[in-house]
C-alpha cells in the first residue's frame, strides 16, 4: 500500500482521514466523504438556481464549489428553433431564465478551475415549473443510465447529481413547442400535495440514515411510510421504522 493525499498511517496501517463511501478501480481505492462539495463530471444530470445574468451565460448555483455557468449559446431557444443566438436573444435573456429560477440541465464540459459548464438543449432539461426542492449530500445520490423518473405513486422526480433532487406532480402531457422554458402554472391538487409531501419526509428520512437515494429506494421507502401520517414521518422512532423496512425490501430485491 502507497499512502497518498488523504491518508495517514495508525498503528502501522494505512487509514482514510475522512469516512464515506468507498470505491475501488483495480489497486486504486478512493473514499468519498459523506459531506462533500459536488464534483461534477461530463454528462451528470444537476438542478441548479439561477444566481446572476450575465453577458450571453447564465451563473448557477449546483452545489459546486464555484457557480456553473450556462452560456445562452447552450440553451434552445423557445419554440425550438435552431439558428445562431442574436443580439436581441441577449437582450430578451430575462424573460428565459431570471434570477431564482430553477432549472434542470447536463454538465457539458469542466473548467480548468473546476467550474461546470451546462447545457439544456435536450428537451428533457429546461426551466422547471411547480415542485419542491429537497437539498442532499451528492454523496447519497446514486449514478444510474436516467436520474428522470416518473413513480407509480402520481409524483415524478429528478435526481440531481448535485444533490439536489426535485419532486413535482407527473404531468399529464410533455408541453415540447415551449422548447423547456413552459411552466404549467395549473394549482396542485390536495392529492399531488400530500404525495409529494410525503416523498419529501421520505427522503430526509433515507439521507438522515444515510441510504442510497436512487427510484427503486424512493419508491420502497414511500411504500413503507404509508401506515404512517405524513407529518409523522420525521420523528426519530417513525423514521428508524421506515428505514429498516425499505433495506429489507432492498436486500429482498437484490437477492
Given at each position: 500500500m502507497v499512502d497518498r493525499h488523504g491518508t495517514y498511517v495508525d498503528e502501522e496501517k494505512l487509514t482514510a482521514s475522512v469516512a464515506g463511501k468507498v470505491q475501488r478501480v483495480d489497486k486504486l481505492i478512493c473514499v468519498s466523504p459523506l459531506k462533500t462539495r459536488f464534483n461534477g463530471e461530463v454528462g451528470d444530470v444537476i438542478v441548479g438556481r439561477?444566481?446572476?445574468?450575465?453577458?450571453?451565460?447564465w451563473k448557477v448555483e449546483t452545489n459546486s464549489?464555484?457557480?456553473?455557468?450556462?452560456?445562452?449559446?447552450?440553451?434552445?431557444?423557445?419554440?425550438?428553433?435552431?439558428?445562431?443566438?442574436?443580439?436581441?436573444?441577449?437582450?430578451?435573456?430575462?424573460?428565459?431564465?431570471?434570477e431564482g429560477d430553477?432549472?434542470?440541465?447536463?454538465?457539458?464540459?469542466v473548467f480548468s478551475d473546476g467550474a461546470l459548464s451546462l447545457h439544456t438543449r435536450s428537451l428533457k432539461?429546461?426551466?422547471?415549473?411547480?415542485?419542491?426542492?429537497?437539498?442532499l449530500s451528492p454523496s447519497l445520490i446514486k449514478r444510474q443510465k436516467t436520474h428522470f423518473h416518473n413513480l407509480p405513486c402520481g409524483a415524478s422526480i429528478i435526481l440531481?447529481?448535485?444533490?439536489?433532487?426535485?419532486?413535482y406532480?407527473?404531468?399529464a402531457q410533455q408541453e415540447e413547442e415551449a422548447g423547456g422554458f413552459y411552466t404549467s402554472l395549473e394549482p396542485v391538487s390536495l392529492p399531488d400535495r400530500e404525495v409529494i409531501?410525503?416523498?419529501?419526509?421520505?427522503?430526509?428520512?433515507?439521507?438522515?440514515?444515510?441510504?442510497?437515494?436512487?427510484?427503486?429506494?424512493?419508491?420502497?421507502?414511500?411504500?413503507?411510510?404509508?401506515?404512517?401520517?405524513?407529518?409523522?414521518?420525521?420523528?426519530?422512532?417513525?423514521?428508524?421504522?421506515?428505514?429498516?423496512l425499505t433495506q429489507q425490501k432492498l436486500l429482498e430485491h437484490e437477492s
Open positions: 439561477i444566481t446572476e445574468v450575465q453577458q450571453k451565460r464549489r464555484l457557480d456553473s455557468v450556462l452560456l445562452l449559446s447552450s440553451v434552445n431557444l423557445p419554440g425550438g428553433e435552431l439558428r445562431r443566438r442574436s443580439a436581441e436573444d441577449e437582450l430578451t435573456m430575462r424573460e428565459y431564465l431570471q430553477l432549472i434542470s440541465a447536463e454538465v457539458q464540459s432539461y429546461g426551466k422547471l415549473g411547480q415542485g419542491v426542492l429537497v437539498q440531481g447529481n448535485n444533490g439536489f433532487v426535485w419532486l406532480p407527473t404531468p409531501s410525503r416523498l419529501r419526509n421520505c427522503l430526509l428520512a433515507m439521507a438522515a440514515h444515510k441510504v442510497l437515494l436512487y427510484d427503486t429506494s424512493v419508491l420502497y421507502c414511500y411504500e413503507s411510510s404509508l401506515q404512517h401520517q405524513v407529518k409523522d414521518i420525521l420523528k426519530p422512532e417513525v423514521m428508524e421504522e421506515i428505514v429498516l
